[in-house]
């Protein structure tokens, strides 16, 4: 009955006729002169960004740099009016909605932390649990040892194994921000979008995010948004800082921390 | 088997109490009503057997609501088209099953077409005159319908009210559409003065039962169905789509493809319940589609409990029940009896009944509950 | 324009008729004339109106005027026939002189027949009235009748006529008669057919299609080419026509939907009760009516003024009474106010019911919210004209006000995050009871202009509830401008399609339509766009 | 000035606070430390009037407040920066900020200059909806909003969440602008502990619904401060 | 002592949609069935009215009318006002052998033993009012009705009947609205347009119930007087009148078998009894009121004739059975189930009454298969021995399946 009509529409495959350059195939993520205006403001401006296989890179920048929109253009949320958005060196994003998307190996944690209110911590995460997705395909599944097994895992590497029976809307905003760490984590994605992980949290668990994130970009891509300096330093990656939606740096943290375009709008004195 | 396993794995006990009460029901009723005699307390009289088959169906179609509505978020003002349609598809077979029985001994032609001069079975009636043919339809119509507005519904995105206020107008333009007399559907009168059903006569108190029992047996398939749907990792998903239906998508779920399926077994559903309802009740007309019945089916669902499905069966029995006793017990003032009836069940039952019935059974279980009285705070909105 | 000579000849022509008639038929006494009234036979009534108006007798005016307005009696014992006048003493129709005992009479009885007699005459006798409205309905009247007898009399009027727009009027209606005239000369005809296909409305084409079969071929070609011209010009018109219709009915749902705009649009609350407030607000118009018919008549004609201050009031009040009992323990619970609203609708509905009755209440339209007048061939009824002006004002007071008050900022501020107003030190009770109430009292308003148009019954506002919703979602639920052009859309978009579907498939079409357009735009017309709407 | 009483509160059947007993002081700034969930937003509910308590009393400016609805609470001087910004979404920015006018009298209903020198990018953006704005900016929105109530008692949530590393630096500095008025008591809600440390007079730190250690800054110890953050 | 009644269901809608016609049904019962008892009742037995509400809600009439059949046990019910909410019930009644009676005009085709139609059948009352319009040399229709059975099968009857009677097709015009059509503003227009010719113009009315009141106050405004395009309608009556300012509708027409301005004494005291029971001394009558007057003496005189409230022996009673109506005749229940009916033709009145400018001769028997209708010509009803068919076909000499 359900014969995927969007899939025929949207094509997930390549887009086989365009010959793209290099430099695009062997990204992760491409992001060519792209522009988002809103109502006439433009959010983001003739944006370049390139993430290569297995990177992990920050990004900074004032508020309302378009850290955010960024990433809401690499999800599907947002069309962008021009410009280029190339996943794993020929998948034109900007033709695909936000499933298709996430089905290519694309995941996300939100700024405003989004989880499903009236299921259980442990249902969050085994939702996000790569597995099939179709309606016929959830309808007749059971949970298997191996998804036990992985929610299992996740709950312990975000600390909510003692919450795993409490609905999701109970948590504090932390452990909010945790459960959808853990989500994000669950859906196994090639590129993972981290959009401010460690606002509300300890400088502890701030640092243990950290420690999670590097783990995670050994064998995934990553793409976090900080405002925690410290946090930044810890990673220890590229860093690109946005500026009313362009590029303003990008380079080590160092090098990025003493331009004195960024310490003038973003760091401050 | 895998269907049976499937079906009955995920059943609590409030479901299994249902399902035996039902069961109960489906053979005694006929019992009681056909094997006692009339002057025994234990008889079930004729009446009430035409009565809670009517039920039965309202109760299934309480369900199909309750299933978009309850796990989906799908708020429809339209359910009672699909019951509708159904129901028409089911009289449609009953008036063709009357032949040259009419009052105007037309061989073939229905009587409201006769007189409406009419020369010829128009195509929408072929194929009406077998059983089969005419349960395929009921199956069909409602499904198709329902199919092809949700491809375009939900691929729209159209959500929350705007969906809502769509199904009601669908609803609203196929009453108006079976009001015209030109559909070849019986204008405003409608369908009615059935004769029998498979050869069977309608009227007899033996087809009654029987059509009792199988509204029965419909029901409990039904919820079944929609229990084992909720239940399966889809049903969670249904859920989560109620509360955050774009995050859903960035897991990589389609959320149209899950809301189109349930959407689509509900109307099935609900057709299902107007072709048992239509040779229950003997007549089916436009008023059926009308906005107002859909509505009030919405409301039995919210007053036995949305989202429990037994509740939604429940809400629908009360409900019904409750018109019918005040229609005859005070003609005159049964308006203020059900509107205060629904006005009190959602100011002090939020959760409908059976809702509010099991968190107080659960919280009687509870033994660390704070006591109730230590709150000295009022919540202030 | 008119050719002068061929008139007079005509004039003529028809005095010399009427002059040269029998003496008994001209010298006629009105006396037997006035006698032949007293019957039951219709016709027998209509021809004495008819002898009576040509008879020249100075009785003819008073007893017709009586017998129109229902004030000819006769004595059932004699057949002596009075006029009754105002204070309810009877003077005698021949001579108009008191009498004392009229002893038990009976109303001469009048049918369309009668009354189409009366109006022929009248119109002759009234030509000359000092009121210019009377001359120009009497003008009016000649044209339809085409009594030729009228011709001498409307001859003098023209002469004597100051307004310009009467003395077309008559000018008309002379064409009129000279048309119809078997006597008069083709040319002058032909002329006369020219006078009124420049009138060129419905009665011109009744006029000019009645024209017997008998008539010159010349002259029944100069009607047909005219007819045709005068279609042409009206089917333009009728456009127009449809587009005024349209926006017509557009203010009703406007009215309707506007105060739903407000208690579902901006609160949220999916008022299942709203139909109710417009009936509260219809009801409220009768008692109001009620109370000044029996108080003070004279203020009858206003008392539309006094009727929607009052159901504003009687309406917010119980609408406020609803939110403060019921809706406010529903909050955050948006879909649970659609049950205890159903049951609330039912409980007013069945309240009403009993307390005023099933059947219609009458409600009366004030005189200058009656008739129509007519801007080209665009014929514009008044009350339809006050309802657009009035759905006008409502909705620019209501724009004002929820955008330039403090109070609209913090009723949108309360129902976008209630608990947060509440830490602004917005008294959110208040804010809630008074919108509810604001909502509820705007609907009432909407009932006095309704009953208007519609029934006063308990199931007024069901007819009106569905297009309600439909008008405030299709225009964007939240939006007040969205609701406006909605309702407009809908309005002209249905009254486009009625000519050609007929108002049942239009209605249907028009459903197909907004379903298709949800889908296009799945948050309706002004759609709230960006991240703050998710 | 505010003094809460071995406040309980409890969501359903689940405790969140036991017996947590806090006072605040004008001129001086109060924060509450603690790890994920251990109540703080919850104790700040429980003053603004967000969450009915289940036992002890709030007392405020020596009156008992502890049965009273928030807008009474926010008339009488309490201003709130929630956790998660709850920004008013289709209200433009400049709305958003005179929302705070309903406790005003009439000649008081303006927005203050100095919350535009604070955070700058309100001023250029006072026609947009509160919506759209951007995580930081809404953070930045709700601090401002606050203030134009022109409170003497600010609640503060963590109102350093999603701003970028200056104008966490200006809030600070505005933070003890306040302070240095004298007459504005300072509650605040901190996880990025130098901030805490630099600004905070008194300290509270909490651990599953109680508090656990606190004292006035100097009298605390840090290691113990940053032990009771640990994991 | 419970046992010493006879019961008499009352089954008509007090709330929804169909209440404000039917309410007043269910107070003349009341009324009716107290004015008996004081008489004694019947077979001196008091009787009991039972009185429920199926609420405007077809499926529910059926469910209601089973109720007070097999339930209550009552003897005869009145009751019903819609041919739909007719048709819902007519199993039921067959099926448990109890009596209806049906008090509204309707299309006819119809003839159920167990149902006493004492409405109009359309031959007496839209017949006699088109004739009476071509006499009054009208050359053109406009068939205005609501999209239901009446309304198409009355609107039929009379399109055959007018091309009859020399009409030209193009001089007729039909058209439907919705239920409850409020807004008449392009049809009162099109209609003034098809009225246009110059040929004399009339327009047929059997719109329906609510829609009613806009349309006469759009004909006012729109300034359509009777003297130029007269309005004829079948469902109006002085009840529906009472919503509205009549003044610009002096003169438009009503056609049907009762007025409450027929002045003669039975109905001068009817309405004198009337507005007691109801203390209202505004009360007006109607139509079908006087047909439940007449249908109630009708029963309690076949049940005194019988000796037995039983149903098939009232039934087989009530034929012949003749009673004074209120407009000074005498009507007779016929073999066919339908009664006699003077027919009236009246005009309305500035002040909201209907008088009459026109009226059969005698009373008129009932066609309720009319013979203008293809399928319907050739068939017959009578419930007497031997025939005892609803829908005897003349030409096959068979009964039609219906008959059970
Ligand atoms: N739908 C919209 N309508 C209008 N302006 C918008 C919209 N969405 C984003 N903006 C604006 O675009 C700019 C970029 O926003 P974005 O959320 O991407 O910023 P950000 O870099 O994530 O900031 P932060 O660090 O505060 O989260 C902001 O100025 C914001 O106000
Ligand atoms: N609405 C609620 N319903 C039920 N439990 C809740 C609710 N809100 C919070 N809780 C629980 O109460 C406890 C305290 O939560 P609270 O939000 O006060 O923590 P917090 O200290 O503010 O944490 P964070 O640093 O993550 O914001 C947590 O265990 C949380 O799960
Ligand atoms: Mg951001
Ligand atoms: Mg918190």
């Known amino acids: 009955m359900l014969i995927d009509p969007m899939d025929t529409q949207l094509p997930a495959e390549p887009v086989k006729a365009i010959e793209r350059p290099q430099i695009v195939t062997q990204s992760l993520l491409y992001l060519d002169g792209v522009s988002v205006s809103f109502d006439g403001f433009r959010a983001i401006n003739n944006l370049s960004l390139i993430i290569a296989p297995g990177e992990m890179r920050a990004i900074i ?53 989004t989880v499903f209110e009236s299921h259980t911590v442990e249902d969050n995460v085994d939702m996000a649990v790569k597995a099939d997705r179709t309606v016929f395909g959830t309808l007749f599944q059971r949970r298997s040892a191996e998804i036990a097994r992985r929610v299992d895992e996740i709950l312990g590497i975000v600390r909510l194994g003692d919450h795993r029976k409490r609905l999701a809307g109970d948590l504090s905003h932390g452990q909010k921000q945790w459960l959808e760490i853990g989500m994000l984590l669950a859906q196994d994605p090639k590129l993972l979008l981290v959009d401010e992980p460690a606002a509300g949290m300890t400088d502890v668990e701030t640092a243990a995010t950290a420690d999670l994130l590097k783990d995670i970009a050994k064998t995934h891509s990553v793409v976090v948004v900080e405002h925690d300096m410290g946090f930044i ?33 973003y760091l401050g004195r | 088997m895998m269907l049976t396993r499937f079906l009955l794995e995920k059943i609590d006990r409030t479901g299994w109490i249902f399902l035996v009460l039902l069961a109960l029901a489906a053979v005694m009723v006929p019992v009681l009503n056909l094997a006692v005699p009339p002057g025994s307390p234990f008889h079930v009289s004729n009446t009430a057997v035409s009565l809670w088959g009517k039920y039965m169906t309202y109760a299934l179609l309480a369900l199909a609501v309750d299933l978009v509505w309850g796990y989906c978020g799908i708020l429809s003002l339209g359910h009672g088209a699909f019951f509708a349609l159904g129901g028409y598809a089911m009289g449609m077979y009953l008036m063709r099953q009357i032949g040259p029985r009419g009052v105007y001994s037309h061989p073939i032609l229905p009587d409201f077409m006769v007189f409406l001069n009419w020369k010829e079975l128009p195509l929408t009636w072929w194929g009406f005159s077998s059983f089969p043919y005419a349960l395929f339809m009921v199956a069909l119509v409602p499904g198709l319908l329902a199919f092809v507005f949700g491809w375009f519904a939900f691929r729209s995105r159209v959500t929350g009210v705007y969906l809502s206020i769509i199904t009601q107008a669908l609803t609203y333009a196929l009453m108006l559409a079976f009001f015209r007399n030109d559909m070849g559907f019986g204008g405003n009168n409608g369908l009615t003065d059935f004769k029998d059903i498979l050869g069977f006569n309608i009227q007899s108190q033996t087809t009654r039962a029987v059509l009792f029992s199988l509204s029965v047996v419909a029901l409990m398939i039904g919820y079944l169905l929609a229990r084992a749907i909720v239940t399966s990792k889809a049903g969670k998903i249904l859920i989560a789509v109620r509360d955050a239906e774009a995050r859903t998508r960035f897991l990589g779920y389609r959320v149209e493809h899950f809301k189109l399926f349930v959407w689509t077994v509900s109307a099935v559903m609900a057709g299902i319940a107007g072709a048992l309802y239509v040779p229950q009740v003997g007549i089916i007309n436009p008023s059926e589609f009308s906005p107002a019945n859909s509505i009030e089916t919405i409301v039995w669902v919210a007053v036995g409990g949305r989202g429990t499905l037994v509740g939604a069966a429940l809400g629908a029995g009360i409900v019904n029940f409750a018109k019918s006793w005040f229609t005859g017990a005070f003609p005159q003032g049964w308006l203020f009896a059900l509107g205060g009836l629904f006005i009190v069940v959602t100011l002090f039952l939020p959760k409908g009944i059976l809702g509010t019935f099991t968190d107080w059974w659960k919280r009687r279980g509870e033994t660390r509950e704070p006591p109730a009285g230590k709150a000295v705070g009022q919540p202030a909105e | ?71 000819l009696v006769y004595r059932q014992a004699d057949r002596a026939v009075f006029i009754r006048e105002a204070s309810g003493s009877f003077v005698s129709a021949l001579t108009g002189e008191p009498v004392t005992d009229a002893g038990t009479t009976r109303p001469v009885r009048l ?19 000092p009121d210019p409205a009377r001359r120009a309905a009497a003008a009016e009247a000649v044209f339809k009748s085409r009594d030729a007898s009228a011709l001498p009399a409307l001859e003098q009027a023209i002469g004597q006529e100051r307004d310009a727009r009467i003395r077309i009027l008559m000018e008309e209606a002379r064409a009129a008669v000279v048309v119809a005239s078997p006597e008069a000369n083709e040319a002058d005809r032909i002329t006369a057919i020219g006078v009124i296909q420049r009138r060129g409305d419905q009665d011109a084409l009744r006029m000019l299609g009645s024209l017997p079969a008998t008539a010159p071929p010349r002259v029944r070609e100069a009607a047909e080419s005219a007819s045709v011209a005068i279609r042409r010009t009206l089917a333009v018109w009728e456009a127009v026509q449809n587009v005024w219709y349209g926006l017509s009915l557009g203010s009703v749902l406007l009215l309707a939907a506007i105060g739903l705009a407000i208690t579902f649009g901006v609160m949220g609350v999916i008022n299942m009760a709203h139909g109710e407030m417009v009936m509260i607000g219809a009801y409220t118009t009768f008692v109001v009516q009620q109370v000044l018919r029996t108080m003070a008549p004279g ?58 009755g099933p059947t219609n209440r009458e409600v009366t339209t004030p005189s200058w919210m009656s008739g129509s007048f007519e801007v080209g061939h665009l014929a514009i009824t008044a009350n339809r004209l006050a309802i657009i002006i009035f759905a006008a004002m409502v909705f620019a007071a209501l724009l004002l006000f929820l955008k330039r008050t403090p109070f609209g900022l913090q009723t949108r501020a309360v129902t976008q995050n209630r608990r947060m107003a509440g830490a602004m030190g917005i008294r959110t009770n208040w804010v809630d009871a008074f919108t509810f109430g604001l ?38 639920v939240g939006n007040l401008w969205g609701t406006l052009v909605g309702a407009m859309t809908l309005g002209i978009a249905n009254k486009l399609l009625e000519p050609y579907a007929g108002a049942v498939l239009g209605k249907i079409l028009l459903l197909v339509f907004i379903i298709l357009f949800i889908q296009k735009r799945p948050r309706g017309l002004f759609a709230l766009k960006g991240r703050a709407v998710e | ?122 001023k250029d953006m006072l026609g947009r909806r509160g919506g759209d704005l951007s995580g930081g900016q809404q953070q930045q929105l709700a601090i401002g909003r606050a203030l134009v109530t022109r409170p003497r008692l600010i609640v503060l949530d963590e109102p350093t969440e999603g701003i970028q590393p200056s104008i966490i630096k200006d809030i600070g500095r505005a933070i003890d602008y306040l302070r240095r008025k004298g007459d504005i008591g300072i509650l605040l809600v901190e996880q990025y502990l130098d901030f805490a440390e630099e600004l905070g007079d008194r300290f509270y730190v909490m651990e599953r619904g109680r508090v656990v250690v606190q004292g006035l800054k100097g009298e605390v110890d840090r290691d113990a401060l940053h032990k009771s953050m640990a994991i | 002592q419970a046992q010493e009644t006879i019961k008499v269901g009352i089954l008509h809608s007090l709330s929804g949609t169909m209440a404000i016609s039917e309410t007043t049904l269910k107070d003349v019962m009341l009324m009716l069935i107290e004015e008996q008892n004081k008489r004694g009742g019947v077979l001196g037995k008091k009787l009991e009215a039972v009185v429920v509400d199926p609420a405007s809600n077809w499926p529910l009439f059926a469910e209601k009318a089973r109720e007070l059949i097999a339930q209550q046990k009552v003897a005869v019910t009145f009751g019903c006002w819609t041919s739909v909410s007719r048709k819902s019930v007519l199993p039921v009644f067959e099926e448990l052998n109890s009596i209806l009676f049906y008090p509204v005009q309707y299309e006819g085709e119809e003839s159920s033993p167990n149902i006493f139609y004492t409405g109009a059948a359309p031959n007496q009352q839209a017949i006699p009012a088109i004739d009476y319009l071509l006499a009054e040399g009208v050359k053109r229709f406009v068939l205005e009705g609501t999209d239901y059975v009446y309304p198409r099968t009355t609107n039929r009857i009379l399109e055959a009947y007018l091309l009859s009677k020399g009409v030209k097709a193009e001089d007729i015009s039909v058209n439907y609205t919705p239920f409850g059509h409020a807004d008449w503003q392009t049809r009162v227009a099109a209609i003034k347009r098809f009225g246009s010719t110059g040929v004399k113009t009339a327009v047929v009315s059997t719109v329906n119930g609510d829609a009613n009141v806009p349309f006469y106050k759009e004909l006012g ?69 006087e047909a439940h007057v007449i249908g109630f003496a009708m029963w309690v005189k076949a049940v005194e004739a019988a000796g037995t409230t039983d149903a098939t022996a009232v039934r087989r009673a009530m034929i012949g059975i003749a009673v004074p109506n209120l407009t000074g005749g005498i009507s007779t229940m016929m073999p066919n189930h339908h009664i006699t009916k003077p027919v009236l033709i009246g005009e309305i009145q500035a002040n909201g009454q209907i008088q009459t400018v026109w009226q059969t001769p005698g009373t008129v028997v009932a066609q309720e298969w009319s013979p203008h209708l293809e399928g319907s010509r050739d068939l017959i009803a009578d419930h007497r021995a031997p025939m005892n068919c609803g829908n005897f076909n003349v030409r096959t000499g068979r009964c039609g399946g219906a008959q059970r």
């Not at chain 4, 309980?8 to 007993?21: I, K, M």
Request: net charge neutral.
């Open chain 3, 1 to 71: 324009m008119i050719r002068r000579p061929g008139l007079v000849a005509l004039l003529a022509a028809l005095l010399t008729v009427v002059l040269l008639a029998p003496p008994s038929a001209r010298a006629q006494d009105a006396a037997p004339l006035i006698q032949r009234m007293a019957t039951e036979t219709f016709n027998d009534i209509a021809g004495a109106v008819a002898a009576l108006a040509t008879s020249g007798s100075p009785r003819a005016a008073p007893v017709i005027e009586a017998l129109r307005d229902n004030r």
């Open chain 1, 233 to 265: 330093r810890e990673l220890g990656v590229k860093v690109t800082c946005l500026h009313e939606g362009s590029v303003l740096a990008e380079g080590s943290l160092d090098q990025v921390s003493s331009d004195e375009r960024v310490i003038e709008v």
């Open chain 4, 1 to 122: 000035m505010l003094d809460v009483k071995s406040v309980d509160l409890h969501y359903g059947a689940a405790q969140a606070l036991r017996e947590v007993s806090v006072v605040v002081e004008p001129g001086k700034v109060t924060c509450v430390l603690g790890r994920n969930g251990v109540g703080k937003t919850s104790l700040m509910r429980a003053i603004i009037g967000h969450q009915p308590i289940s036992g002890g009393e709030i007392l405020w400016e020596g009156r008992d407040i502890t049965r009273m609805p928030p807008f009474e609470r926010a008339r009488r001087g309490i201003a709130y920066v929630p956790q998660g910004r709850e920004i008013f979404p289709l209200l433009t920015v400049k709305e958003n900020l005179e929302t705070g006018f309903a406790p005003l009298k009439r000649a008081d209903r303006t927005i203050p200059d100095d919350i535009f020198s604070l955070f700058p990018v309100l």
């Open chain 3, 439 to 476: 909502g509820s009292g705007i609907a009432g308003l909407a009932g006095v202009a309704l009953s208007q148009i519609d029934n006063v019954s308990p199931n007024l506002g069901q007819g009106y509830i569905i297009d309600s919703f439909m008008v405030v979602v299709f225009g964007g």
């Open chain 1, 61 to 113: 920048g004032p508020n309302g740099a378009g850290k955010t929109t960024m990433m809401d253009i690499i999800t599907g949320k947002t069309k962008p009016d021009t410009g280029d958005v190339i996943f794993a060196g020929e998948v034109d994003l900007t033709r695909l909605d936000e499933t298709a998307i996430a089905n290519l190996g694309i995941g996300c944690k939100f700024q405003k932390p």
């Open chain 3, 111 to 129: 049918n369309n027949a009668v009354r189409r007699a009366i109006d022929a005459a009248m119109g002759a006798l009234t030509l000359m009235n």
């Open chain 5, 221 to 289: 405004n729109q300034g359509i007087k009777a003297t130029d395009i007269p309005v004829v309608a079948f469902s109006v009556g002085e009840e529906e009148l009472a919503g509205i300012d009549t003044r610009p509708l002096v003169g438009h027409l009503a056609a049907w078998n009762y007025f409450q301005s027929v002045d003669t004494p039975a109905n001068r005291d009817f309405i004198a009894r009337w507005r007691a029971f109801k203390k209202n001394e505004r009360a007006v009558t109607n139509d079908p009121m």
């Open chain 3, 299 to 356: 203020l009858m004609d206003v008392s539309l003024f006094i009727a929607l201050p009052m159901a504003f009031l009687v309406a917010g009040a119980i609408g406020i009474a609803i939110e403060r009992l019921i809706i406010r323990h529903l909050y955050g619970r948006p879909l649970e106010t659609l049950l205890a609203t159903w049951g609330v609708s039912l409980v007013l509905q069945q309240a009403v019911r009993s307390w005023f």
